[in-house]
Structure formats: structure tokens, C-alpha cells
């Protein structure tokens, strides 16, 4: 008989859980509908849109659409906007159409003012801040459920979009949390990469506000007639009852504020709804062109005492440029609205255990489907929006759709795409290594034919080759997947000819993300590496009578490799080998086009033979060399195998790294804020290395000084089988020029830049004495400031040597990013 009962208390359990979760399960419904202007049809954007005595409710989208969760049964939907009657509709839980709101236009008329020199609107913003230093005085908490859009558009259309669902905290004393509890986004964005929230976003009913990293006096802080001027230019009505129209304006023409419009209620003296901007003095140094954000919010008391944040829409617009480097307008939309306030209540003391203002709920964060769907209103995506939801695939990337133009571009590293999105993989020789056969400019097919079409000429200078002057010409076949180069040319100094040719195959039919290719070359080589200067680019030092950066030698070589970069991975993997013929030039001259008396130093010999060698390279991020124009984040590690067993003259291992990497330190609220970058190079060796494989601390081209080169060395860089150097600058953009008072400092585009270099180089005695090496005698160091943006182009560096005490002033091309 125990057993029976046991059993039918079971059954009951278990009939009661499923009625339980059967009634949850039917209790909610979905109301649907539109808010419109009941004369015109106009649809009314943002209607607030209520179930009345709750916290719970959303606001409609830019058509008008809303959507809204009931919970429970009978339920009356109230919709309020500015300058209409309110309306309320009752459903039960049968309710199953769509529930559209026609609003009639409000009528009040408003008590004759007395005209005094005193504007009207200055009684009512201080009636309005008496009024909330009075009720925020009683808001110690609160938490609330949270939706947020964003949006990013190029000057023709969505980007991308994102969304979020989330739990917000607020305490007075400890300040915001948000709990994200699901996102979803457009299939071209990671999640990782999906920022809409709310908490850092303004609350317009707050003292102070962060705009941008700049603190702005609120509206309604008890200073706000000091910094502003109110005027009362309307009114309108809302429920029986007026509703003041203020503009709002800066009284101080060098303090970051806001300018626009505020609708304040009469006879509750609340903010019902704020449409501001930053003033011209929230501006960002070149190179943004131009700024402009727009923020629009409103309040509710839902009933209650407290007038809390309805929702935030913000819209802006950046275009970014220099001379040479020009992107296209990135506009940003954002809609988020907060509901289901708790005032007042204990929050978790686990949300302030560590000073992160976000965190994840790791068991929903997975859950779109269920959680925009059961738990949370989203405001109804647009037309637009869901195109975009449709038709964004992972091959619209941020890089093509915001990818500028401007001769500066060839410094940034943009991945080879196909049409269909996938990233091409290249195998080429690793930075700094090689023949360097001049720059190339790719023709379009014209008048002439194919083949004359895509020859460029190419050439250098150093006092080796003197001139070398040829051809190169360049072809792709097969939709691109195969590539052909050929070259020739003639040094003049050394008398002899310049060839090569190479071969690039991509051979999936589905991806370009693997790729083999073959590569012979007869010419001259730099007898050590530098990852900052090609040799093109050091044709210009001797070619006006300064010293060559380089040694040269002659280099005979065949090459084989392949790369393959896995599918949503971030590293690079590249193996090659490599045969060649090394052999020393016994030839210079000083000879310069401004007739110069500099002697050039002898060119040295190398140690003549031949390599056979494996190297296996990885690479992430991007390495492209752009003399500290551009930000870069990137590593690259390689290992080099030469053995006599596979016909080579040496047994080494020879290993190399090279990094660059950015870190954002202060003012990070700022679209450009203070920033930390990081260059790291270092390699060392096993066994037999020829004096030719050889890596290099880079040193100033002349008196310009880049970053990543030691700025207290000059002309020459110091050579080393093995090496490191590690070369920082902090940029404190303009802050501290404001810090001095300078306000307007962020106009000019004005940085202050502070830098550091250490760095040794190894070399035996014997190599020192036999082939002239030039390495550092202990550690380089040396320190420095800059003043960067000058005229928007230039920097000036000024750097101290300490180890062998020195001044070296210096210019460079200005850091913008």
C-alpha cells in the first residue's frame, strides 16, 4: 500500500508540473500592431507603448511597428506620444489580431504668460531640477530588462546589423551593470564582435554625462542655467496636460555641452522627452573630417514616482581622411529601449565582485531563438533590416564595405578577396628577404594589347647595381586563379643581367585559402634582412649622396612553396624551399645626381656558396610595413633549416619573430584613444650561419626616423646573427594639451608622443673584423618625445641617446590612427 500512494503521489507531481509549465507555456501572448496619426497615417516613430500599471512596455520602430509581450489577462495596451491623445485598448488572452493605435491629435490650451525680462523656460528647468533632486534622492536601485539595435551603414547602405538582450543593474553608490543574456547578429559579424548594450549608454536625467570620453554638464544638473540657455519656443499637449517645448543652447563657447530640444510636463515638471547633440567643441583630431551624433530619449514614471530612461536612439555620422587615404562615411543607428523596471530592490553583490561593467549569462547567451522570441519585445526590425538579415553573408565584410582609397592604402594590409568573399592566400619570400625589383603599376587593358598592357617598368638605385632598370610583366589566368610574373633588367654598376620568373597557383575550386607556387630569380640581394625598408625604397639615400643602407650580394635562387589558411582561422601557415647560388659583388661607386663628395663605403664580401634550406613561417594579423602611419597588429615566427645532407654549404637553424601590437591605455571612451604600440623583432640561430643570413635592427633613414627603426641611429643599422630590439611609443593624442587648457587642442589634431627603444645585436669577433658587420658594442637605448599631425602630415621626433648620450632631432610621416 506504501508503494501505491508513493506511486500516485507521482502521478500527481508529475500531473501538476506539466499543468504548470502547460499554463506558462500558454499564459503569454505576442500583440503586434502600429501607431499612426489617426488624421494623416502617418506612421509615429518611438510611440511608447505600455501596458498600464507596469513597468513593462516598448516603443515602435522608425515605421511605426511595435511588438509586445502579455503576460497576463484582461491587459490594458496604453500608447502615449508628445502632442496626441493617449489611448488604451483591453485584450484578453484569446486576442489574436493585430492591435493598431490611431491617435487623435491633442488640444490644450495653455494659461496667458506674463512677459517679464525673464524667460518662461528658466522657472521651468528649475522647477524641473527642484522636482528630481527630490525623487533621485529616493532611487537607490533599480534593474530592468533591455533591448538594443545597432546598426553600421557605408553612404549606400546597411552594413551590418546587431542585436542584444540584457539585464541592466543601477546603484547609486557602485553605478551600472548589464548581464548580457543573448545576442544575435547579421552573418558577417562574429558574435564576439556584437558591443549593443545599454549601460554606457547616456541617461539624459543624469548631472554629468560621458560623451565620447569628454564629461558634459547635464540638462538637468543644478549648474545647468549657469552652462545653458533655456528658452521656450512651443507647446503641446499629452494627456490633458502641457508639455513645454525648451531649446536648449550653450552659454560657453569652450565647454564640451549640448544643443537641441527638450519637452518638459507641466504640472509634474518631468522630462517627457529630449532630442540633443554635442556642441562643436566635442570634435576628434584629423583624421576624421567630420562628426556629427544625434541622440534622442525619453522618460516615463510609469505610473510611479520616478522618471526612468524609456529608450535611446542615436544616430551618427564619421567620415575619416587624410591626403591620400580616404574612407567612405561610416553612419551608426542605434535603438534601445529598457522596461520591466524593479525600483529599489537588493541586486546581486556578485555584479560588483570585479569592475567589469559587462558580463555574460553563459546559459542563455547561445539562446536567440527562444529568448528574443519568449522573454523580451525587441522593436520590430525595419524593412531594410530584414533585408539585411537576408542578403549579409559572412563574405560582406567591414574591410569591403569601408575600404578606402588614396595612394596611402598600399600601406594597409587588405587580404586579396575573390568576388565571392574568400580570402586569398599568396606565398612570397618572407618581409626584407630577397631582390627587391622596384615598384609596379598594374594597367588596364587599353588600345594596346594583353601583353603590352600589363608590363610596368621597374628599376632602383644603390651603388652596387647604380641603375638597374627593367620590365616586369604580370598576368592572371583562370578566373584569377593563376598568376604569372616575369621580369628582366640590367645593373649598370655590376654589369650584369637581372631575371626572373614565378608561378602562384591556386588549385581548390571553392576557396583561394590554399596555394603552391614555384619562383626563380637571378639578381641582387641584401646581404641582411630589415623588415621596415624594401630596396626600392633605399634607392633614394645614395642616389643623393647619404650613406647606402644596405650590402648587397648576388643571389642565384629557386624557390617552392605553399600556405594555406584554415577557414575562420587567424593564422597562416607557408612552407618553402628554397636552393641557391650566393656570390660576393666586388664593385661600388659613390656616384649621386647632386654631385655630393660622400665616399661610399666598400661593399663587403659575403660567404660565397651554395644554400639549401626548408623554412616553415606562421603569421597572424597584419605586418604590412607603414612607417607608424597606421596601427598594426600582427606576429609573425619563422624557422629556417639549412643541412649539408640536402646539398647546402651550411648546417643552421636559424629562427626569427617579428610583432607589432596596439594597446589602448586611457581615455578609451574616445573614438581615438590614448594607445600603446609595441614593436618586437628578435631572432637568433643553431650551428654555421653565413654572414648573408644576417638579421638588422633597423636604424633612421637619414633624418627621417619611423617608428620601429631606432631614431638615434642614423643612415646604416646595426647587423647581427642574432639580435632583438624592442621599440614602444605611447600616443597621448591631445589630452595633454588640454590637460594645459588648450580646449580647442583636439581641432588641430595636435598628438604628444612618447617613445623608447632598447636593443643588442651578437656577432663573433672574427665576422666583425672579416666582413665590417656594424652591430651595437652593448645595448641601445634611447628615449624620445614627438609632437605628431603637424599640419595634418608630419611629426617631429626628438630622441635622446643614453648609452652613448646624444640628441637626434628628426621628422616622419604623421601617426593618424
Known amino acids: 500500500m506504501p508503494e501505491q500512494k508513493k506511486a500516485m503521489l507521482k502521478k500527481l507531481l508529475l500531473l501538476s508540473f506539466i499543468f504548470l509549465t502547460s499554463t506558462s507555456a500558454f499564459a503569454q501572448i505576442r500583440v503586434d500592431g502600429i501607431v499612426a496619426d489617426a488624421k494623416t497615417g502617418e506612421r509615429l516613430p518611438a510611440a511608447h507603448v505600455i501596458i498600464e500599471g507596469t513597468y513593462t512596455g516598448t516603443i515602435a520602430n522608425e515605421d511605426g511597428e511595435f511588438g509586445l509581450i502579455v503576460r497576463s489577462f484582461p491587459a490594458t495596451i496604453v500608447v502615449r506620444y508628445i502632442g496626441f491623445e493617449t489611448q488604451k485598448k483591453t485584450i484578453d488572452r484569446n486576442h489574436s489580431e493585430p492591435l493598431d493605435f490611431l491617435l487623435k491629435e491633442s488640444v490644450a490650451e495653455m494659461e496667458q504668460l506674463v512677459v517679464t525680462t525673464e524667460d518662461p523656460a528658466i522657472s521651468i528647468m528649475k522647477e524641473v531640477i527642484a522636482r528630481k533632486k527630490i525623487w533621485r534622492a529616493k532611487l537607490n536601485t533599480y534593474r530592468a530588462e533591455a533591448y538594443s539595435r545597432q546598426q553600421l551603414l557605408n553612404d549606400t547602405t546597411i552594413v551590418s546589423v546587431t542585436e542584444s538582450v540584457s539585464e541592466v543593474f543601477w546603484d547609486r553608490r557602485r553605478g551600472p551593470r548589464e548581464v548580457l543574456k543573448s545576442r544575435r547578429q547579421t552573418a558577417n559579424m562574429e558574435g564576439a564582435d556584437n558591443f549593443a548594450g545599454v549601460s554606457y549608454l547616456p541617461n539624459f536625467y543624469d548631472d554629468e554625462l560621458d560623451i565620447a570620453g569628454f564629461d558634459v554638464v547635464g540638462i538637468t544638473d543644478e549648474r545647468a542655467l549657469k552652462y545653458y540657455t533655456f528658452k521656450l519656443v512651443d507647446f503641446t499637449s499629452i494627456d490633458n496636460k502641457i508639455v513645454f517645448e525648451i531649446s536648449v543652447e550653450p552659454k560657453r563657447k569652450l565647454q564640451p555641452l549640448f544643443e537641441g530640444t527638450i519637452f518638459v510636463l507641466d504640472e509634474d515638471f518631468a522630462l517627457l522627452s529630449v532630442k540633443l547633440k554635442p556642441n562643436n567643441v566635442i570634435v576628434f583630431p584629423p583624421p576624421v573630417q567630420d562628426f556629427n551624433l544625434y541622440y534622442e530619449q525619453q522618460f516615463s514614471n510609469f505610473g510611479g514616482d520616478f522618471w526612468l530612461p524609456v529608450d535611446v536612439r542615436i544616430d551618427g555620422l564619421v567620415e575619416v581622411g587624410i591626403v591620400g587615404l580616404r574612407f567612405p562615411p561610416i553612419g551608426f543607428h542605434q535603438v534601445s529601449k529598457m522596461n520591466n523596471y524593479q525600483v529599489n530592490v537588493t541586486l546581486p553583490d556578485s555584479l560588483y565582485e570585479d569592475n567589469s561593467l559587462f558580463s555574460i549569462d553563459s546559459t542563455t547567451i547561445n539562446k536567440p531563438d527562444s529568448v528574443f522570441t519568449n522573454t523580451v519585445e525587441p522593436v520590430p526590425l525595419s524593412a531594410k533590416e530584414e533585408a539585411a538579415y537576408k542578403t549579409l553573408d559572412s563574405t560582406a565584410t567591414l574591410e569591403k564595405s569601408f ?15 575573390t568576388s565571392d568573399g574568400e580570402t586569398t592566400v599568396s606565398v612570397g619570400s618572407s618581409s626584407g628577404e630577397g631582390g627587391n625589383t622596384g615598384n609596379r603599376t598594374n594597367r588596364k587593358n587599353g588600345f594596346a594589347s594583353k601583353l603590352l598592357s600589363n608590363i610596368s617598368p621597374v628599376g632602383r638605385f644603390n651603388r652596387v647595381d647604380v641603375f638597374n632598370i627593367g620590365l616586369e610583366h604580370e598576368r592572371r589566368y583562370y578566373n584569377r586563379r593563376l598568376r604569372s610574373t616575369v621580369n628582366f633588367g640590367y645593373s649598370i654598376g655590376y654589369e650584369d643581367y637581372t631575371y626572373g620568373a614565378a608561378l602562384s597557383w591556386w588549385p581548390l575550386a571553392n576557396t583561394r585559402r590554399f596555394v603552391v607556387s614555384a619562383k626563380y630569380h637571378a639578381d641582387t640581394f641584401s646581404s641582411y634582412e630589415s623588415d621596415l625598408y624594401g630596396m626600392t625604397f ?68 659575403i660567404e660565397d656558396g651554395t644554400l639549401s634550406a626548408v623554412r616553415f613561417q606562421i603569421t597572424r594579423g597584419d605586418l604590412t610595413n607603414n612607417f607608424g602611419v597606421v596601427e598594426l597588429n600582427g606576429a609573425s615566427l619563422s624557422v629556417e633549416q639549412s643541412a649539408k645532407a640536402i646539398g647546402s654549404d651550411w648546417d643552421y637553424t636559424r629562427f626569427k619573430i617579428n610583432l607589432f601590437k596596439r594597446f589602448n591605455t586611457f581615455y578609451k571612451k574616445r573614438f581615438f584613444p590614448n594607445a600603446l604600440d609595441i614593436r618586437v623583432n628578435a631572432g637568433t640561430y643553431l650551428g654555421d650561419l653565413p654572414v648573408q643570413k644576417n638579421g638588422a635592427l633597423d636604424a633612421s633613414f637619414g633624418y627621417i626616423t619611423p617608428f ?31 590637460m594645459l587648457g588648450w580646449r580647442n587642442a583636439p581641432k588641430t589634431g595636435l598628438s604628444i608622443i612618447a617613445f623608447a627603444g632598447v636593443g643588442k645585436t651578437w656577432n663573433t669577433s672574427s665576422n666583425i673584423t672579416r666582413y665590417g658587420l656594424v652591430g651595437t658594442n652593448d645595448l641601445h637605448l634611447e628615449v624620445g618625445g614627438s609632437i605628431s599631425n603637424i599640419f595634418n602630415l608630419f611629426r617631429f621626433d626628438l630622441a635622446f641617446r643614453i648609452d652613448e648620450p646624444g640628441v637626434f632631432p628628426g621628422v616622419s610621416v604623421a601617426r593618424f590612427f
Open 403 to 417: 575600404r578606402p582609397k588614396g595612394f596611402l592604402t598600399r600601406f594597409i594590409d587588405w587580404d586579396e578577396e
Open 538 to 605: 633605399a634607392s633614394t639615400m645614395p642616389l643623393f649622396g647619404f650613406d647606402d643602407y644596405f650590402n648587397y650580394y648576388r643571389n642565384e635562387r629557386l624557390e617552392i612553396g605553399t600556405g594555406y589558411r584554415p577557414p575562420r582561422h587567424r593564422f597562416t601557415y607557408r612552407l618553402y624551399y628554397n636552393y641557391e647560388e650566393h656570390s660576393s659583388i666586388n664593385y661600388k661607386t659613390s656616384y649621386d645626381i647632386l654631385g655630393r663628395d660622400n665616399l661610399q663605403r666598400i661593399n663587403p664580401q
Open 708 to 738: 620601429g627603426a631606432f631614431r638615434s641611429k642614423r643612415y646604416i643599422p646595426y647587423q647581427g646573427a642574432s639580435y632583438f630590439a624592442v621599440n614602444a611609443e605611447h600616443n597621448f593624442r591631445s589630452v595633454p594639451l588640454e
